[in-house]
């Protein structure tokens, strides 16, 4: 019966189960990330971050093909260049963080595909837009627990200062000098995160795996805490359930985890104690008879 069930789902091969194993090591420092990302109103930062790392990944595919190391500091190099010329922007002249990010990130994904369009071939392009979950290696599984590992870590040391930026910036720049490199730090934690994704989902399917569970989680609870476990639990199963409906449809990968977790996200819309239909039609418990 093990046997059976293995075979309809794909556990039985080793690409299945180092996919579900990647799946939930991102889930693991992504989701939180995303969460934070979210209460600080910068949800849309991480889908211009994802775009931003594709110009230091083609350059590290220009110098040395799909080498691991190679596209993997050139992504994170990439990723923090625009960051830092997105933040002096915004303090040099009159153009928002958000506005800066959004100029970045359209010209870097555009000469990130051009690159890559000059210098490879159209599986290549492929290849580094959306991913290739079930061809992740031991390499690219041991860099997807290094980040996990170095984005709990730098959560864990960060938390304080972090949680008090998405509450009261204003007020952490009055009385901690933490609050700047709390700010720092977070933004590197973006992008070490982007760029595992990146070799898991690709660069357009990256921030699913960091927004949707967030958002998803946020509309099921008000505590910073529980609400960083469900993303995380969200995510995991998220990307269990798109892979195996993925391997039983013969289905893309990377764009049936995202749009389950799109669904999720949907029916938590509905079903959530914070979500539309639930505050729309039941009402308070205080104003329960």
């Excluded at 046997?3 to 299945?16: I, K, R, S, Y």
């Amino acid at each position: 019966m093990l046997e059976a069930l293995l075979a309809t789902t794909g556990l039985e091969f080793d690409f299945m189960r180092r996919a579900a194993l990647g799946c939930a090591l991102l889930a693991l420092g992504a989701a939180p990330v995303g969460v934070l990302l979210m209460l600080r109103r910068m949800s849309l930062m991480g889908d211009a971050m994802s775009h931003a790392i594709l110009p230091g990944a083609a350059v590290g595919y220009l110098l040395a093909g799909l080498s691991l190391p190679a596209l993997t500091l050139g992504g994170v190099l990439g990723g923090l260049v625009v960051a830092a010329a997105a933040g002096a922007m915004a303090r040099h002249t009159v153009l928002r963080e958000d506005a800066a990010l959004a100029v970045f990130y359209l010209v870097a994904l555009a000469l990130g595909v051009l690159i890559i369009s000059v210098r490879g071939t159209q599986v290549d392009l492929l290849h580094v837009l959306f991913g290739s979950v079930l061809a992740l290696d031991e390499a690219v599984l041991a860099l997807l627990a290094a980040v996990a590992l170095v984005t709990l870590a730098g959560l864990v040391l960060l938390w304080r200062p972090l949680v008090m930026e998405c509450v009261d910036p204003a007020f952490l720049r009055g009385v901690s000098r933490w609050g700047a490199l709390a700010h720092q730090g977070f933004l590197a934690l973006v992008v070490i995160n982007l760029v595992a994704a990146f070799h898991a989902l690709g660069t357009l399917m990256a921030v699913g795996m960091m927004m949707l569970p967030a958002a998803a989680a946020r509309l099921w609870t008000r505590r910073l805490q529980p609400m960083v476990a469900v993303a995380v639990l969200t995510g995991v199963l998220g990307g269990w359930l798109g892979l195996l409906a993925s391997y039983a449809a013969d289905w893309p990968t990377s764009p049936t985890i995202v749009l389950l977790l799109g669904a999720w996200y949907a029916a938590s819309l509905l079903l959530a104690p914070q979500g539309w239909w639930r505050r729309r039609r039941v009402p308070p418990r205080h104003l329960r008879g």
